[in-house]
């Protein structure tokens, strides 16, 4: 049983479309995260969720709007893509934010391409 | 800005050596540091990690060093298995805005290539 799961795996769209990504955690944690991987590989947070309440929010367009449903999942829709948000991103789920040394799991990723 | 830096993008090491990997930290309020590996089209996994008032934590082949005063962490893997080769993510946990939730911050990771 896969712990975190995202879909699509590979995503290519064109500029301008709107578009989701899903995940889904059955670890039952009550947080779950998204991130960015650039083309630099940098991997960067840009959503915490805990119990379906907001908790962090980087600096992130708001084109992007996370949505979660129930603690067991956290979506993330685009609006109005844009060439620079070709990226991989992933999505994680850790036990509680209110801890340091929280190990987060992470899905595979989704390769959003757009052209 | 970058809080975590792995300066070195890539490492070769032959089996059965030690693979030492780096990282720096520019933030002195970062509380824990985690190390995660990741295999291509999988998602990072996480290693292992050391308090911040710690100096070295040790689990099987896996040894992570934290020298505070220089800011800096190193992983060392001996003896080094061609599974092993992987890309290898440092991370520093740190309070979210100065309230009480976490956040990760990564490196952006160095390529370990582990030759038989």
């Not at chain 1, 449903?69 to 934010?97: T, W």
């Not at chain 2, 040790?58 to 020298?67: A, P, Q, S």
């Amino acid at each position: 049983d896969t712990a975190v799961s995202q879909t699509p795996k590979y995503l290519v769209t064109q500029m301008g479309n709107d578009k989701s990504i899903k995940c889904e955690q059955n670890l039952g944690h009550d947080t779950m995260y998204w991130y960015k991987q650039d083309s630099k590989k940098f991997l960067k947070i840009m959503f915490s969720y805990n119990n379906k309440e907001l908790i962090i929010n980087e600096t992130v367009p708001n084109r992007f709007s996370p949505k979660s449903p129930d603690k067991a999942h956290l979506n993330l829709h685009i609006n109005s893509l844009e060439l620079g948000d070709s990226a991989v991103y992933f999505c994680a789920s850790s036990q509680e934010l209110l801890a340091g040394n929280n190990e987060q799991f992470f899905g595979p990723g989704t390769r959003l391409t757009v052209l | 800005d970058q809080q975590v830096k792995q300066n070195s993008p890539s490492l070769s090491v032959q089996e059965g050596r030690i693979s030492i990997l780096n990282c720096d930290y520019t933030n002195s309020m970062f509380d824990y540091f985690l190390w995660y590996k990741k295999y291509p089209a999988e998602g990072p996994t996480f290693l292992i990690s050391i308090s911040s008032i710690k100096d070295k934590n040790e689990d099987g082949r896996f040894t992570v060093f934290l020298n505070k005063s220089a800011k800096h962490l190193s992983l060392h893997i001996v003896p080094s298995q061609p599974g092993d080769s992987a890309v290898y993510f440092c991370a520093a946990s740190g309070r979210y805005s100065g309230g009480s939730n976490y956040k990760l911050t990564f490196g952006k990771g160095t390529l370990l290539t582990v030759n038989p």
